[in-house]
Each structure stands twice: as C-alpha cells, then as structure tokens.
T-cell receptor
Framework: EDQVTQSPEALRLQEGESSSLNCSYT??????LFWYRQDPGKGPEFLFTLYSAGEEKEKERLKATLTKKESFLHITAPKPEDSATYLC???????FGTGTRLQVFP | NAGVMQNPRHLVRRRGQEARLRCSPM?????VYWYRQLPEEGLKFMVYLQKENIIDESGMPKERFSAEFPKEGPSILRIQQVVRGDSAAYFC????????????FGSGTQLSVL
C-alpha cells in the first residue's frame, strides 16, 4: 500500500534553533515528492517538488532533500513566522502525510 | 490572476440535508482535485477530475458523495444526506497539467453538520 509517513508529529523550536523534518515514503513508481506549508484555516501552499534522489532545493530558511526512501525539510535559524504545519506528499499519487506541526518561539 | 476560489467558506447543514461545495480553478487550469481534512489529520484524496471527466475517484466514499467538473462553470462536490461524520474541511486544488505538477489549493470549505 502506498504510504507517506511524517515525523515528528509536532516540533517546538526556539527562534534560531535549526532542525529537520522527516518524510518517509513507500510509494511504488513515485515520480516526485511535494512539500507544502499550511497555516491554520488556510489551504496548503506549495514549497518544493523533488524528482530524483540526491536532489536539493532551497527557499529562504528551508532546504528540502530527497533520497530513495525519504525526504528531509531542513529549517535553518527558524523564525516565529515559520510556524505552520508542513506536509509532504507523492506528486502523482495524490497522497499526503499527516504533517509536522512546527511552532517556533521567540 | 485569481487563485483557486472555493465557496462557501463555511457551510452548516443539518443531518439529512445536502451539501454543495464549489471550486473554481485557477485560470488556464483544467485539472481539479478534491481533498478532505479532519482536525489533526492530513489531506485525504477524494477525487481527481478534468473537464467533464472523472479521472480517479478512488478516495470517494461509495455512497452519498459525487463530483463533477462541467465544461462551463465550477467543479462541484456534492454530499447527499449528510451525517455528522462528514464534518471536515474540504479543499480543492487545481493544476494546469498532469498530477506530477504542483497543485494550487483553495482556502477550503469548512462543513459542519449539526
């Protein structure tokens, strides 16, 4: 069964404290992996698509990496405005993980 | 260029009534996807449509739920005879082409069944 699993479920960081979010997947024939950010009461907002193992993409304080089995979203020196739920999902399989709820405190 | 528009933003129904959720995709997008999200849970895929065609409805409940994307007008997700368990946020997304391209999401419709 195709599955996307994210960890941790919740993460509390102090402002400036770098960390990583994990997304592991068992999806046959996966052609791409998404990362999205979702703020409370809003729809998910696109961050990255990764297509092949070894690929990396960056946007401000975020960097996404991909291996054959998992993806990481690295957050460097986070700020309170980075607080959100981060979702990963299989691009052409239309499935998402349950997300990591990130809280960054000043 | 307006984003994906969903309405209503909030919808309250009593058990047994019908709920109609509307989604207008971004201009130029011909692919629409519906997802359901419960509190503290991820997005659950329901159905994927192109104009006038259902491409994948593997996530749709077998009864009471239907979706359409007519040649003209918005996509509609219809829930007949709603029950309390249907209460959730329903999100629509659109894309210009295949599912491997990024999805643009609307702000969702929060359905509450009394």
């Amino acid at each position: 069964e195709d599955q996307v699993t994210q960890s941790p479920e919740a993460l509390r960081l102090q402002e400036g404290e770098s960390s990583s979010l994990n997304c592991s997947y068992t999806v046959s024939g996966l052609r791409g992996l998404f990362w999205y950010r979702q703020d409370p009461g809003k729809g998910p907002e696109f961050l990255f698509t990764l297509y092949s193992a070894g690929e990396e993409k960056e946007k401000e304080r975020l960097k996404a990496t991909l291996t054959k089995k998992e993806s990481f979203l690295h957050i460097t020196a986070p700020k309170p405005e980075d607080s959100a739920t981060y979702l990963c999902g299989g691009a052409d399989k239309l499935i998402f993980g349950t997300g990591t709820r990130l809280q960054v405190f000043p | 260029n307006a984003g994906v528009m969903q309405n209503p933003r909030h919808l309250v129904r009593r058990r047994g009534q019908e709920a109609r959720l509307r989604c207008s995709p971004m201009k130029g997008h011909s692919h629409v996807y519906w997802y359901r999200q419960l509190p503290e849970e991820g997005l659950k895929f329901m159905v994927y449509l192109q104009k006038e065609n259902i491409i994948d409805e593997s996530g749709m409940p077998k009864e009471r739920f239907s979706a359409e994307f007519p040649k003209e007008g918005p996509s509609i997700l219809r829930i007949q005879q709603v029950v309390r368990g249907d209460s959730a946020a329903y999100f629509c997304a659109s894309s210009p082409g295949t599912t491997s391209e990024k999805l643009f999401f609307g702000s969702g419709t929060q359905l509450s069944v009394l």
